[in-house]
């Protein structure tokens, strides 16, 4: 059910899908705002396209409380570690690279794009212990030439591409 704009209420009857494609049922709650809190939010509904103030209001909660376990647990998180330097900076690019085989069982992947003015953006795929994934990050984002860094997370867990036995 998607509501108005000049509605009071967060109301919505049905969730996002399970893996095997049902709906989730979820609650319906009241939410009361200020009249400028709500202008803002129904300004926002509609500059970023979303279908609903409940939709809004979820994504925006959902971002909050990952930021909340990132910052108070050690769960296991997915997440990207982005970075902008400037890759003519003195040996970087192999201490970066050296500081992802440190950590081979976090570092998934890595991309690099080249970009002008000898810059580049890097996007390194991360999963991980929340408190371990910052630690990388911030190794990473506190290199010498190292221009800007951050890194998202988000409460998900990608499957296990391949399983690791042991050799006999």
Known sequence: MSEGAGSDAIDVAVGPETPDGRRRPVSRISLSLSEDLLSELDAMVGERGFASRSQAV?????????????????????GTITLFYDHLAHGL?????DLQRRYIAEVISSLHV?????????VVLVQGPAATLQAIADAMITERGVISGR????AALMPQIHPFRPEA
């Open 58 to 78: 979820a994504t925006i909660l959902h971002r909050s409380l990952v930021e909340h376990r990132h910052e108070v647990g050690d769960r296991v998180m997915v």
């Open 93 to 97: 690019q192999q201490r970066l690279a």
């Open 114 to 122: 080249h970009l002008m003015h000898n810059q580049t953006l890097e």
């Open 151 to 154: 890194l998202e997370l988000v």
